[in-house]
C-alpha cells in the first residue's frame, strides 16, 4: 500500500475562492460577513474535482491513498483576524472531511488551524477537536509563522504553542509544520517561504529540548525537510557546538521528512542521509510545480519514480510507503485496520 | 592552485569584539562614540590571529589562497545606523586589508558594506570605492536583509540595489549575497538565516528579470546554495510554471554556488546538479562549524575532502578549485597574474 502523506485540496470548485474573496473584501471593508451557508458546493462537484485531479494521478501513478488537508496556500492565517480564520477554517476542513466519505480508502483528513497573528494558539482547540473527534483527521497542519513571513510568532519551542501540543498528544496525532501565502515581498511563496520554514522549524527543534518536554510529539517536516537533508553535516555540527545529543536521540524520534523533493539527486540524497524510518512518502500534487520535466518526461511531483529509483531496498521503501505513515499516524493505522487494510 | 572563496576574519583579536561593544553601548545610551584611533591591534597580533588558526588550516589542508571578509556575524547591519555601521565596516575592512598586505598570496580581501535597515544602498559607494581602488578588494558580501531577520528591504531585483549593481558592474566584481546575525528569535543565525537567505536570494532572482538588467553582476551564493541545489527540480519547476527560460539561461550565467556544504553526501549531490562551471571551491573556516565529524574523524568545514572524493574529474575539480574563481572574480586573476600565479 501505498500512503502519500501530503496532499492539499488545490482543485476545490471555483465557488470556494469566490467565497472567500468575498469574505476578505468584507473584512476590508468592515462590512457584513459573507454567510457560510451562501457557499453551496454539491457532491457531484467534490466529486468531479477529485476524480478528474488528485484521484485520477493516484490511479496513474499507483498511490493508494492520500492524507488531505486544506490547500496551504489559501489558508492566509496572516488575512483578516481570527473570526475570520476560524469560519474559513471551518469551511475548509468540512470540505475535505466530504471528500473523505465521498472516496473512503483514498482519502483521510488532516486539519487546518484558524490561526491568526497574534492570537493564542489554545483558540484552535474547538476546530481541531471536531475535526479529530467527528470528522476522523489524523493530522494537522501547524502554520509556524501565521504572519505569513514576518516571522514574529514565538519559535515552536516555546510554551506559546503548547496547548496544541497537549491536544497533540493527547488524541495521538502529529502536526506537519506547513506555512501559507507570504505577504512578504522578500519571500516567493513555493520557492522560499515553504523551504524556509522547513529549515527554521527544524533548527528550533534542535536548539531546544522541545521534545524533552513532550517526547511522543511527533512533527512532519515538508518538502524533503527544506534546506536540511543537504546540510545534515552543517546540522549534525551544529548541534555539537551547542552540545546537543546526537541528532538521532535529539530530535529523530520526533520529527520525520517527506518526499516532496522533486527531482531524482534530492530523492537519493534524502534517503541516502536520513534513515529510512524517518522517511515518509508523499508528493503534495496536485501543488506548486504541475509541470512536466523536459529532462524526464515525467511531472516533477511524481515522486513516486524517484523513491523507486533510489537506492533503498524493498523492505525500506515499503517503510517509506507505508509502515512510518501508519507508526507515525496512528489514527491512520486504526483507520485502515479497521477497513481490513 | 586552491582558492578558497569564502574565509572570514572571524579570530580577529579580541581588542576588536570590545571596542563594537563599546560602540554599541554608546549609540544605545547617546553618549559620544568611542574614537576608532583608540582601537590599536599590532601586525603581530593580526599576523598571530592568522598563523595559528586560518594559515595553519590552510596549510595542512592544502588550501593556498583565501578571499577573505570580515566576520559575517559581527556586520550586524541592524545595530545602529549608517553612522555606526560605516565606522564599523572601515575598521572591518582595514584588518582583512592589512591581513591581506602581512600574507600576500595567501589573502586577497573582499569588502563588507556599511549598510543599514531603511538606509539607500548608495550610501555604501565610498567605502566599496576605497576598498576596491585603495585596498585591493576582489569581491564584496552584501546583504539582502541588514535588519537581521525582519526582511522588510525590497527583493534583490529592486532598483533600490541598482546603485551597488552599477558599481559592481564597472569593477567587474562579484557579490556574495551573505547576511549577518539573526535578530529575529525565529531564525537561529547559522543554521537557519543564512540557509533561508540563501534560498530567499537566489528565488528573487529567479523570479526576475535582473540580469537581462546587468547582463554582467555576478552573485555567489555561499552555503552551497542553501535549498537550491537540492530542491533543482522544484526551481526548475518554478521557473518553467513562471514562463522563464531554463535555469541554465535564465540565472547561470550570473549565480554561482560555494562549497560550504558539510558532508559528502551533500557535494555529492552539488556536484552532480550544478554545472561545475557554477560551483566555487570554499570553506567559510573557521566559521559557523567548528568541530570534528564523528562519522569521519576530520572536520566538517574540511569541504576539500569532500571535493575530492566527488565524481568529477581532474579537469572538473581544477574549475572547481582555481578556474572558475579566476573568471567570476577577474580582479583576483589579475593579482594573481602579475605575482606570476
Redesign the interface.
Known amino acids: 500500500m501505498i500512503i502519500d502523506v501530503h496532499g492539499h485540496y488545490t482543485t476545490a470548485p471555483k465557488a470556494l475562492e469566490t467565497w472567500r474573496a468575498r469574505q476578505i473584501e468584507a473584512f476590508a471593508a468592515k462590512g457584513p460577513a459573507p454567510r457560510v451557508a451562501e457557499l453551496r458546493i454539491g457532491d457531484d462537484e467534490l466529486r468531479e474535482s477529485i476524480e478528474s485531479n488528485q484521484l485520477r494521478l493516484m490511479r496513474e501513478r499507483g498511490i493508494d491513498l492520500t492524507i488531505f488537508s486544506p490547500r496551504a496556500g489559501f489558508m492566509a492565517h496572516h488575512v483578516g483576524d481570527f473570526e475570520v480564520s476560524s469560519t474559513w477554517a471551518a469551511i475548509c476542513n468540512e470540505l475535505c472531511y466530504r471528500v473523505s466519505r465521498l472516496f473512503p480508502g483514498h482519502f483521510v483528513p488532516a486539519a487546518m488551524l484558524p490561526q491568526s497573528p497574534n492570537v493564542d494558539p489554545a483558540t484552535c482547540i474547538p476546530e481541531l477537536v471536531k475535526c479529530v473527534e467527528e470528522y476522523g483527521n489524523v493530522a494537522l497542519n501547524l502554520n ?2 501565521p504572519s505569513g ?7 515552536l519551542s516555546d510554551r506559546h504553542w503548547y496547548p496544541i501540543y497537549e491536544k497533540m498528544v493527547e488524541y495521538d496525532i502529529p502536526a506537519m509544520i506547513h506555512v501559507s501565502t507570504s505577504c ?5 511563496t ?3 517561504h515553504y ?2 520554514a522547513d ?2 522549524a527544524f ?2 527543534c ?2 531546544s529540548d522541545l521534545f524533552k518536554a513532550f517526547p511522543t510529539l511527533r512533527f512532519v517536516i515538508p ?2 525537510g ?2 536540511v ?10 548541534a ?2 551547542l552540545k546537543k545529543p546526537l541528532l538521532a536521540d535529539h530530535v529523530l524520534h520526533n520529527v520525520f521528512f517527506d518526499t516532496c ?6 530523492i ?2 534524502l534517503t ?2 536520513i534513515p529510512i524510518d524517518n522517511i515518509l512518502f508523499a508528493s503534495e500534487m496536485i501543488g ?4 512536466v ?1 523536459p ?1 524526464t518526461g515525467h511531472h ?2 511524481d515522486t513516486k519514480r524517484y523513491v523507486e529509483a533510489a537506492h533503498v531496498d524493498a523492505g525500506e521503501r515499503r517503510r517509506i510507503y507505508e509502515t512510518n505513515a501508519r507508526r507515525v499516524y496512528p489514527r491512520l493505522d486504526r483507520y485502515l485496520k479497521a477497513q481490513g487494510l
Do not use: C, I, K
Not at 523533493?261 to 534530492?266: K, L
Open positions: 509556524p509563522d513571513g514576518h516571522w514574529n510568532s514565538p519559535p512578504n515581498p522578500s519571500f516567493h513555493t520557492g522560499a523551504l524556509n529549515t527554521t533548527m528550533q534542535l536548539t518538502h524533503g527544506g534546506a537533508p543537504y546540510h545534515w553535516g552543517r546540522f549534525r555540527g551544529l555539537q557546538e523533493v522533486y527531482h531524482q539527486p534530492g537519493d540524497l541516502r542521509v506548486a510545480v504541475r509541470g520535466d529532462e516533477y511531483d
